[in-house]
């Protein structure tokens, strides 16, 4: 098995999150021991966002505010979809700091209103849930 970073490169549907781990220093993090849950948007998750907001994230000078970003995609620990789906209406904190709010309604799972669309792919230092959305910290 690979990693977190390695698998999310890979799948092919990430290379707008494997840029912007780049562009925000996280890479060696996320290819660390763990073990991470990444709710992972996808490259049409990024595309949703106005134009020009994920071109404004990579530049330098915005680096803080990206890697707050990203890192509000990332749980300390591995979950999995079986206890993911127990969790409506939790607030979890995420490596940021801030906390997201988990959503279970009628099967369907959401974190900050991002639906997860595919879920525990497992890698050597955790796991990954894909989300359609990126989330962003309030």
């Keep these: ?54 071109e404004s994230l990579l530049l330098p000078e915005n680096k803080d505010k990206l890697v707050g970003i990203l890192t509000y995609h990332v749980l300390s620990g591995e979950v999995m979809a079986a ?18 709010t988990i959503g279970v309604k009628n099967g369907v799972v959401t974190v900050d209103g991002a639906k997860v669309v595919t879920t525990d792919i497992k890698t050597d230092n955790g796991v990954i849930h894909v989300i359609d959305s990126v989330i962003i910290p309030k």
């Design 1 to 54: 098995m690979a990693d977190i970073v390695d698998t999310a490169v890979a799948a092919g549907s990430f290379s707008t999150l494997a840029a912007a781990l780049g562009a925000g220093g996280l890479v060696d993090t996320l290819k660390g021991p763990g073990p991470f849950t990444v709710f992972a948007p996808t490259d049409d998750a990024f595309a949703k966002l106005p134009d020009g907001t994920v």
């Design 83 to 100: 206890t993911v789906v127990t969790m409506d209406g939790a607030k979890v904190p995420t490596v940021n700091g801030a906390s997201i």
